[in-house]
């Protein structure tokens, strides 16, 4: 992706997340220069990633596959010294993008709809080889309540309404096409992107950014660049 691409999409997915009644963190606006001034207190948000992430996993059409990330708090499975032991993020999606095929090790996650328009989900569950079962239904909780679907339906979480994802269950979800830009929120257990992420599709979790402007905002797995 182009830096002025990264730049574009987390402006975007600003506006969008205030449109849609959701407020930021104060250092979701810093600057890489006010990253810097604040450096000497910044540790453990740069430990558990906390920020902005922009993604097209390597698959090179944003608009299609990929998403803005927003990590507001964490805690590391290596340092339970340091952060929470949840997580949150918003995930501002374009209306028609999706997340590629994946399932956690480790994570269990609530996948819920924050506002803008309707979300789509698919499930899957694991084999005992880990990879996706095609075949059987899958058993998931909406909002404290059981829900059964087939492998790979597609079905819709609208505003306010979420899924409980556990570990080992592959799900792909985004914006259900024409009904708007989407806010996702998720609440989960500690979230670590390096190790913890299971994709069934051929991607890159993060990619290399082409610097064809300057800067301003950086990426949560880009601090080892400006400290």
């Given at each position: 992706m182009k830096r002025s691409e990264v730049e574009r999409?987390?402006?975007?997915?600003?506006?969008l997340i205030q449109e849609t009644g959701c407020t930021l963190p104060g250092f979701a606006y810093w600057t890489i220069d006010e990253w810097k001034k604040m450096g000497?207190?910044?540790?453990?948000?740069?430990?558990?990633?906390?920020?902005?992430?922009?993604?097209d996993y390597g698959m090179g059409d944003f608009?299609?596959?990929?998403?803005?990330l927003f990590t507001v708090r964490n805690g590391s499975l290596?340092?339970?010294?340091?952060?929470?032991?949840?997580?949150?993020k918003l995930i501002p999606i374009l209306d028609g993008q999706r997340l590629p095929m994946h399932c956690h090790h480790s994570k269990t996650e609530d996948i819920i709809?924050?506002?803008?328009?309707?979300?789509f989900m698919k499930l899957y569950n694991s084999l005992p080889n880990g990879l996706p079962d095609f075949a059987s239904d899958v058993t998931v909780f909406s909002d404290g309540m059981p829900i059964t679907v087939k492998a790979g339906e597609e079905f819709y979480v609208t505003r306010g309404n979420s899924l409980s994802l556990?570990?080992?269950?592959?799900h792909i979800f985004g914006a259900k096409a024409g009904a708007g830009d989407l806010v996702v929120g998720e609440v989960s257990s500690i979230n670590d992107d390096n190790v913890d992420n299971d994709f069934y599709e051929n991607v890159q979790r993060f990619v290399s950014i082409e610097e064809d402007v300057p800067a301003t905002t950086p990426l949560c797995n880009e601090y080892s660049r400006i400290f």
């Open positions: 999409y987390i402006a975007w997915a600003k506006k000497h207190r910044t540790g453990a948000m740069q430990k558990t990633m906390l920020g902005w992430d922009v993604t608009s299609k596959i990929g998403n803005v290596q340092d339970k010294s340091i952060g929470t032991p949840y997580a949150e709809n924050r506002g803008g328009g309707v979300m556990t570990p080992g269950m592959y």
